[in-house]
């Protein structure tokens, strides 16, 4: 069984930076896809980046050139660096692991509160 674990959400003042951390335990295999989703209320969850297991990364549209996603896969890890924070970033953010074991099966964190002040 795979386990999420996040960290590093918090109150950030509009312009700050925080670092999100999401370790994973558990068997996630070599193929592993490692993203980063968030929440409002009244909103469906939304991508926000993914590291592919190949190399590459996706962002969307309203957080590129700000955020930057990577990885460590010694320690399945996947990290968040979200820079220049605007009002508009704030919601929960959720870590999801996308393992590949005959089939795709997801793993999601808990969760992490992210609140910029303006």
């Known amino acids: 069984q795979v386990r999420l674990v996040e960290s590093g959400g918090g109150l950030v003042q509009a312009g700050g930076s925080l670092r999100l951390s999401c370790a994973a335990s558990?068997?996630?295999?070599?193929?592993?896809?490692m993203s980063w989703y968030r929440q409002v209320p009244g909103k469906q969850r939304e991508l926000v980046a993914v590291?592919?297991?190949?190399?590459?990364?996706h962002y969307a549209d309203s957080v590129k050139g700000r955020f930057t996603i990577s990885r460590d896969n010694t320690k399945n890890g996947v990290y968040l660096q979200m820079n220049n924070l605007k009002a508009e970033d704030t919601g929960v953010y959720y870590c999801?692991?996308?393992?590949?074991?005959?089939?795709?099966?997801?793993?999601w964190g808990q969760g992490t509160q992210v609140t910029v002040s303006s």
């Open positions: 590291s592919l297991s190949r190399g590459s990364t």
């Open positions: 558990g068997n996630i295999g070599s193929s592993a896809d």
């Open positions: 999801n692991v996308a393992v590949y074991f005959a089939g795709r099966t997801d793993y």
